[in-house]
């Protein structure tokens, strides 16, 4: 199945600020190319939602009422509604609790 996907801005952003710390954090060997790359993967990755990514219960309370989904680094809320999986938030798998 084809499935349109909306992506909140606030799954974007934590992506993009989680990279951004550890640009800050370790500025001597992780490069700006590092976080694009970075970003730009997780980003991407939510494009698997419901193909590769198989959907799972949530593990955490304040993502009840979605489904989740998680790859290797990142895991993702998000609802479906007929053909259009809407992400509302991401979430690093070191950030992963209550």
């Known amino acids: 199945m084809q499935y349109n996907y909306i992506i909140h801005p606030r799954a974007f952003q934590k992506i ?3 990279y951004t710390n550890v ?3 370790y500025r001597n060997t992780y490069s700006y190319e590092d976080l694009e790359q970075n970003v730009h ?3 991407f990755s939510i494009y698997r939602i419901e193909d590769t990514l ?3 219960r949530p593990t955490i309370a ?3 009422g979605y489904c989740m989904a998680n790859t290797e680094r990142w895991y993702y809320a998000y609802r479906i509604d007929g053909d259009t999986i809407t992400v509302v938030d991401a979430c690093h798998a070191q950030n992963m609790h209550d």
């Open 23 to 25: 640009a800050r954090k």
């Open 16 to 18: 993009r600020l989680f």
């Open 62 to 64: 304040r993502w009840a």
């Open 54 to 56: 198989p959907r799972r």
């Open 41 to 43: 993967d997780a980003f």
